[in-house]
C-alpha cells in the first residue's frame, strides 16, 4: 500500500506562484506515474498534470491539459519519492482542492481510474 502527502497549499493573489509537494511512502516500488488532480465543490475532477517514468527510461514524460499547460510543471525527486507542482500566473479559477495520485500502470493520460493510490488533498486559494 502507498501513502501519498501533499503538501504547500495556501492562499495567494492572482499571478502569484505556489509550488505543491507530494511524497509517497509505503510500498513505493514500482510508482512510475503520478499525477494531480483538482476538484472544487460541484465540478468534476480535473486533472493538471500526469507523469510517467521508468527504470530504464531516462527522463520520463508529462502530460499538462490545455488549461494550465505553460503555467504549471510537474517535477521529481525519485530518492525523496516525492513530486512536485509548480503552479506560475495563478488565477481565481485554479482555486480548488489538490490531490496527488500514484500507480505502477501506465495508461491514458490523466485517466483517474488507472491511479490506486490517493493523497488526502491540499487546498488551494487563488484571490483575485
Known amino acids: 500500500q502507498v501513502q501519498l502527502v501533499e503538501s504547500g497549499g495556501g492562499s495567494v493573489q492572482a499571478g502569484d506562484s505556489l509550488r505543491l509537494s507530494c511524497t509517497a511512502s509505503?510500498?513505493?516500488?514500482?510508482?512510475?506515474?503520478m499525477a494531480w488532480f483538482r476538484q472544487t465543490p460541484g465540478k468534476e475532477r480535473e486533472c493538471v498534470g500526469d507523469?510517467?517514468?521508468?527504470?530504464?527510461?531516462?527522463?520520463?514524460?508529462?502530460y499538462y491539459p490545455d488549461s494550465v499547460k505553460g503555467r504549471f510543471a510537474i517535477s521529481r525527486d525519485n530518492a525523496k519519492n516525492t513530486v512536485y507542482l509548480q503552479m506560475n500566473s495563478l488565477k481565481p479559477e485554479d482555486t480548488a482542492i489538490y490531490y496527488c495520485?500514484?500507480?505502477?500502470?501506465?495508461?491514458?493520460?490523466?485517466?483517474?481510474?488507472?491511479?490506486?493510490?490517493w493523497g488526502q488533498g491540499t487546498q488551494v486559494t487563488v484571490s483575485s
Open positions: 495520485a500514484s500507480t505502477s500502470s501506465y495508461g491514458r493520460d490523466c485517466y483517474g481510474p488507472d491511479f490506486r493510490s
Open positions: 509505503g510500498r513505493t516500488s514500482p510508482i512510475y506515474r
Open positions: 507523469t510517467r517514468w521508468s527504470d530504464t527510461w531516462s527522463g520520463g514524460s508529462t
